[in-house]
């Protein structure tokens, strides 16, 4: 007997949680296993806000709060997308979830009815496929190579949408390329949502990670038609490392908010009364911490990139955010022996004792995803054991 609904049938788990598992596995078992499968800044949340949740406990505020978020949050946002972003939202127009992931999660069930179409440029963020499948939507596709700097064009979008297209997505800097589109392509996409109505998902939680002269746009500042059909989704994890907090928020329609806030009501009441006092804090509190841990990252991805660009048979294209390298490592693959990627990153497990993520879970099957969220000394000896790996079955 089969006792699951149909729309888990087909669910596959998050492909970075599982290797993530692998290598804890291993790792428990006494193996010297290093993970660049992480998709979570390795410092501990500021000091700052560890107290302000502390105090907020203290203070009994330990109850239920509104299922959108505290009024005082949803002010601290409003500052927030003011400051960063110089766009004005009101309260009716924000909603705090738990985590980005359960925010986007609550907008594809209040967006999509059966068949409504979703484009989400390959490579993408694992869970967006599952998740408008969940909600009885199509996933539709379009392939950002990397000779194209993994970024779609607006005629590539032209091209996919249809009658039954709901929204496109737009995750800028990207998980899992790092890449981030400059304002002139935004605009040349937010045209073509214009003129086709349709709406944009922008997806910005790694927008405090920026490298280089690398500017991040959000596609809502552009025009305020760019603003009244985007949805931002944005949130503390990557940007105060609060990823165990689970506080994430969407700012936009009124109409979508006040119908996720419904929906929240009846799906998890409210998000960690805690969580949110401390994500009071991130917002209005010091951003040091932010600028100290962004400039960590820079100088890992400047120690790495060129040793990662080095390995035979990798090509890899230098991010601007984010805490990714996707390197293209077929051609590595094959010379090492390997009918595939999966299975050139499984040995890179087994036998050089290097977690990474296969490319495949991310739509692009011919790379592998590093994080680069770890140690530079954790690092430097991990691509050098992927490197020896490589030279040695050349
Ligand atoms: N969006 C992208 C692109 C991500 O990489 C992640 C986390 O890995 C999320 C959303 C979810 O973040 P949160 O921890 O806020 O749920």
């Known amino acids: ?52 949740a502390y105090q907020s406990m203290k203070e009994g505020k330990t109850k239920y709060t509104p299922s959108g978020g ?20 009101e309260p009716k127009e924000i909603m705090v979830g738990i985590g980005a992931k359960h925010v986007l999660y609550t907008l594809f069930q209040v967006l999509l009815n059966e068949g409504d179409e979703v484009i989400i440029p390959i490579p993408y963020w694992v869970s967006y496929p599952e998740q408008v499948k969940l909600a009885q939507g199509v996933p539709v596709y379009i392939e950002a ?3 194209q700097a993994y970024k779609v064009t607006a005629e590539q979008l032209r091209k996919a949408i249809t009658d039954r297209t709901k929204a496109v997505i737009i995750n800028s800097p990207s998980n899992p390329t790092g890449m981030l589109y400059t304002k002139e392509e935004l605009a040349e996409l937010a045209d073509v949502c214009r003129e086709s109505d349709i709406l944009i998902v922008s997806d910005e939680i790694y927008e405090k990670l920026i490298y280089g002269e690398a500017v991040h746009t959000s596609v809502a500042e552009l025009s305020e038609d760019a603003k009244k059909r985007t949805i931002i989704i944005n949130g503390v994890s990557k940007s105060h490392s609060m990823t165990g907090w689970r506080i994430g928020y969407a700012a936009g329609d009124a109409e979508i908010i006040k119908a996720m806030t419904d929906l929240a009501s009846h799906s998890t009441s409210n998000p960690t009364t805690t969580s949110q006092y401390a994500a009071i804090e991130a917002y209005d509190g010091p951003q040091e911490a932010v600028e100290e841990m962004r400039q960590a990252f820079e100088a890992r991805l400047e120690a790495i990139f060129p040793k990662v660009a080095a390995i035979p048979g990798f090509n890899v294209i230098r991010p601007e955010g984010a805490f990714y390298l996707l390197p293209e490592v077929e051609k590595a693959a094959h010379k090492t022996g390997y009918s595939s990627v999966d299975e050139f990153a499984t040995a890179l497990l087994t036998e050089a004792n290097v977690a990474v993520i296969p490319g495949s879970g991310f739509g692009a099957p011919k790379t592998i995803r ?8 954790a690092l430097t000896e991990a691509v050098e054991r992927i490197n020896q790996f490589v030279t040695s079955k050349w």
């Open 70 to 89: 505290l009024p005082a949050l949803k002010k601290a946002i409003i500052s927030k997308l003011e400051k960063d972003q110089n766009l004005s939202y």
């Open 145 to 147: 190579t990397s000779s």
């Open 1 to 52: 007997m089969n006792n699951l609904a149909k729309r888990v049938q087909t669910l596959t788990p998050s492909t970075t949680l599982a290797i993530t598992a692998k290598a804890n596995e291993l790792k428990a078992a006494g193996v010297d296993v290093i993970g660049l499968g992480a998709g979570e800044p390795d410092y501990n949340t500021p000091e700052n806000i560890l107290t302000a």
């Open 370 to 377: 590093l994080s680069y969220a770890t140690s530079l000394e």
